[in-house]
């Protein structure tokens, strides 16, 4: 069973515009939600963790356990946010289950 | 400091070869995770070892065995490869537990099975 649904393969901004790139998970338990970003010819890594409730490189990701969704939000894109975004979900004992992926490119 | 290294980057295996991938880390950490990444599957888990000396399934571990040869340590084996394990491999270690941890991954094997 699908765990983690990202519905836009593919999703393109103009610079200065505000993304929204979405995620919703199924876990029964209480989950842990991540965002990974792999830009261009660089490795996957970390962007933010639902837990810390941060904000980094300007973008945020709230955790909506009604809607069970961690939408990755950010007011105004850059050049440089042009990457492939995946949301990540963890269960218990380390297991990890990512989602298919979004590539966002912005538009100058 | 090198981070998570993997061995080799390409790979072309023919039906029913074997083969290892190798994956090590100079972090210190206690955990290491082997994904494969297919177009429009995203990454998953094949198998992860939480520490030292121990190893779990993923969500996909049929047709693969792992072994944690030591805490740098966490290699990926094929024992009889078939296409549809044509993919690309990456590796992830992290600190291991807790709500704070972060995975750091390699760079990738790209591997082709005919």
């Known amino acids: 069973a699908q765990r983690v649904t990202q519905p836009e393969k593919l999703l393109s901004v103009f610079k200065g515009a505000p993304v929204e790139l979405k995620c919703n998970y199924s876990?029964?338990?209480?989950?842990?939600l991540f965002w990974y970003v792999q830009y261009s010819r660089q490795r996957l890594q970390l962007l933010l963790r639902?837990?810390s409730r941060e904000s980094i490189k300007g973008f945020t990701a709230d955790l909506n356990k009604g809607e069970t969704s961690f939408h990755l939000k950010k007011p105004f894109a850059q050049e440089e946010d042009s990457a492939m975004y995946y949301c990540?979900?963890?269960?218990?004992?380390?297991?990890?289950?990512f989602g298919t992926g979004t590539s966002l490119t912005v538009i100058p | 400091n090198a981070g998570v290294t993997q061995t080799p980057k390409f790979q072309v295996l023919k039906t029913g070869q074997s083969m290892t991938l190798q994956c090590a880390q100079d972090?210190?950490?206690?955990?290491m995770y082997w994904y494969r990444q297919d177009p429009g599957m995203g990454l998953r888990l094949i198998y992860y070892?939480?520490?030292?000396?121990?190893?779990d399934k993923g969500e996909v571990p049929n047709g693969y065995n792992v072994s944690r040869l030591n805490k740098r340590e966490f290699s990926l084996r094929l024992e009889s490869a078939a296409p549809s394990q044509t993919s690309v491999y990456f590796c992830?270690?992290?600190?291991?537990?807790?709500?704070?941890?972060?995975?750091?991954f390699g760079p990738g094997t790209r591997l082709t099975v005919l």
């Open positions: 992830a270690s992290s600190e291991g537990g807790g709500s704070t941890d972060t995975q750091y």
């Open positions: 876990y029964s338990g209480s989950p842990e």
């Open positions: 639902h837990i």
């Open positions: 990540a979900l963890r269960t218990g004992g380390n297991q990890f289950y």
């Open positions: 972090m210190n950490h206690n955990s």
């Open positions: 070892s939480a520490s030292e000396g121990t190893t």
